[in-house]
């Protein structure tokens, strides 16, 4: 069954053609990657996806509902969660508040004027749970600007898991890591993607064949080819398009 | 425990301070009091936007004047209106024109929203100037009765005593300062100040920012609706100065040099202000010279305000907690390091 599938989605950014007739289908369960090189269009379609943009035509299937158009807190609601390539958490607030924020909006705590956050003794036992699991809880109350660019970067990840959503989407989300830090990131998606789907855009070639289950290769706004990373490996037109050049 | 114990002691002596001070320093001393804490509570309502939510606003005048014009419009034109009638004549005055004035303003930030307060402040000015027929114009809406707090059967105590006004003001202010203070402390709170640092991100946690931003700008501009109300029973006048430019940036200036990271910041700016208007204006009439050169003073050696270097002070005394959370709430906002970290990890 596709947990989340597009039909016919185009974009464009003032006529310029980003998305063209892009038909992805991502199965429930599965660890997905979108590859592809740069201005291929993966962030874009990340955007139209999950509610940035609305797209200029197609359709956007979640859960076998259409999506459209839907804002991005809606998309949170209906269970995806979202990271980001360059590093967006609530920089002034700690480790802690930032992943509690993500519980909050799970347990749909949002217009709550009667009683004081920190006393929610669930919301922080919860809280503190998830940044045992994620390697975090030495940090727990440093500002999240403070946090080394490594930690800071499991900070960003495990914000789009903190809502507990049923297909979680990563933008790059080793972007900037060293080899040693690229190495623990995946172990913890690995980890915390655990039953649940997952769609990841990645330009490291080893982690996208270690960690993927299905590959979509996406060249100038284009599907190129689609299926698992055998099947990718040898294709003849992605290694024209993309895996030739970065090998050769 | 032990640390509770010490805060209600605190507590206590403050508030028995309070209950004592009309009596210590004369009833001079006890209208100057009242006037600073009018304008601890307009500054603390201001950084709820500024502070907290991280919008930058050039009119927030217009809801002080809301507030206290309709509160005096209320004991002017309805016959025996009680007072806390008149009061809350005077928050919804503001919250009404919050809520009409959100469905523009809570989709802007920075300097948009800025901006656009500058005019609609503006605007609101130039109205109380013209509309004379209800604002009264330049010379305002004055001598209307101030009505007793009456309780049925229970009490009736006469305000215009200022003895009375004294304590009615600061149970009202003192009240809405602490419901300020709870509102940050919950987890609404917590969304603002989430909004502030990153509102795309709230987006994708699942909240909606303009929703969130409305109830924070009606919230706030109430409180600065309650600060006016009580200012327009004080005075027992309100003329179109109060709307002025020069009203919009007073919370402004209190909050950064109070501090702009903390919530008693403002009041401590307030306090400054009061204490510099009171000092200077025993000497020379220009008030202004000085508190511009504090202003000065502050933005280039103390940007972080007043609570910022309370922070510094109390940091080095108390050896560096980490972990306390200390540093994030006083310390982080303005301080050169954080900044250049910030940059650091942009590229």
Redesign the interface.
């Known amino acids: 069954m596709n947990i989340l599938e597009t039909k016919g989605l185009y974009h464009d950014f003032n006529r310029l053609e980003v998305l063209f007739d892009v038909n992805l289908q991502v199965k429930k369960g599965e660890r997905h990657a979108i590859i592809g090189p740069n201005g291929a269009g993966k962030t874009t379609l990340f955007n139209v996806i999950t509610g940035t943009y609305k797209p200029s035509r197609g359709t956007v299937f979640f859960k076998g509902k259409e999506v459209t158009g839907a804002k991005p807190h809606h998309m949170v609601r209906l269970g995806m969660g979202r990271s980001f390539q360059i590093t967006s958490t609530f920089s002034r607030l700690t480790a802690f508040q930032n992943i509690r924020m993500g519980v909050l909006s799970r347990r749909g705590i949002r217009f709550n004027f009667f009683h004081k956050v920190d006393t929610m003794g669930d919301v922080t036992q919860e809280t503190d749970e998830i940044l045992k699991r994620i390697n975090l809880h030495g940090e727990r109350d440093m500002p999240a600007n403070t946090l080394s660019y490594g930690k800071h970067r499991s900070l960003e990840i495990s914000m789009a898991l903190a809502t507990d959503p049923d297909v979680v989407m990563l933008d790059e989300p080793t972007a900037g890591m060293s080899k040693d830090e690229t190495r623990y990131a995946i172990e913890l998606i690995r980890r915390l993607t655990e039953g649940k789907t997952a769609v990841i855009i990645e330009h490291d070639m080893d982690v996208v064949f270690s960690l993927a289950d299905r590959i979509t290769v996406l060249h100038l706004g284009e599907i190129l080819a689609s299926g698992p990373p055998d099947k990718i490996r040898e294709n003849k037109a992605v290694k024209d398009a993309y895996l030739g050049e970065m090998e050769g | 425990m032990m640390n509770r114990t010490i805060k209600r002691i605190a507590w206590g002596v403050m508030l028995l301070a309070l209950v004592l001070y009309p009596w210590l320093f004369g009833i001079y001393y006890t209208n100057v009091f009242v006037t600073f804490a009018i304008f601890a509570l307009y500054a603390v309502s201001y950084n709820l936007l500024l502070g907290f939510t991280g919008l930058f606003s050039f009119g927030h005048a217009m809801f002080f004047g809301a507030g206290a014009y309709a509160t005096a419009l209320a004991l002017t034109h309805i016959e025996g209106c009680p007072l806390l009638v008149a009061l809350l004549f005077g928050f919804f005055g503001s919250v009404v024109l919050a809520l009409l004035l959100s469905p523009i303003v809570a989709r802007l930030a920075h300097s948009a929203f800025a901006m656009l307060h500058l005019a609609f402040g503006m605007l609101m000015y130039t109205l109380a100037l013209k509309l004379r027929g209800i604002t009264g114009g330049e010379d305002g809406i004055g001598g209307f009765p101030i009505p007793p707090f009456h309780i049925p059967g229970v009490v009736s105590v006469d305000m215009t005593d200022p003895l009375n006004f004294y304590y009615f003001a600061i149970a009202v202010l003192g009240g809405s300062l602490w419901l300020a203070w709870?509102?940050i402390?919950?987890?609404?709170?917590?969304?603002i100040?989430?909004v502030?640092?990153?509102d795309?991100?709230?987006?994708?946690?699942?909240?909606?920012?303009p929703q969130t931003k409305a109830?924070i700008y009606a919230l706030s501009c109430g409180f600065a609706g309650i600060a006016g109300s009580v200012y327009a029973m004080f005075q027992d006048l309100i003329s179109a100065a109060a709307l002025g430019i020069g009203h919009s940036f007073a919370p402004i200036v209190m909050t950064m040099v109070g501090g702009v990271a903390s919530f008693a910041g403002p009041i401590w700016g307030a306090a400054i202000f009061a204490m510099i208007e009171e000092l200077t204006s025993r000497y020379t009439e220009r008030v202004l010279l000085v508190e511009g050169l504090v202003l000065i003073i502050v933005v280039m050696f103390f940007p972080g305000g007043f609570m910022y270097l309370v922070g510094l002070i109390k940091g080095k005394w108390l050896g560096f907690i980490?972990?306390?959370?200390f540093?994030?709430i006083t310390g982080?906002?303005f301080t050169k390091r954080?900044g250049k970290?910030?940059t650091e990890?942009?590229s």
């Open positions: 709870y509102l402390k919950t987890p609404f709170g917590q969304i100040v989430s502030r640092d990153n795309k991100r709230v987006d994708y946690m699942g909240f909606k920012v109830v980490r972990g306390k959370g540093g994030v982080q906002w954080s970290k910030a990890d942009d």
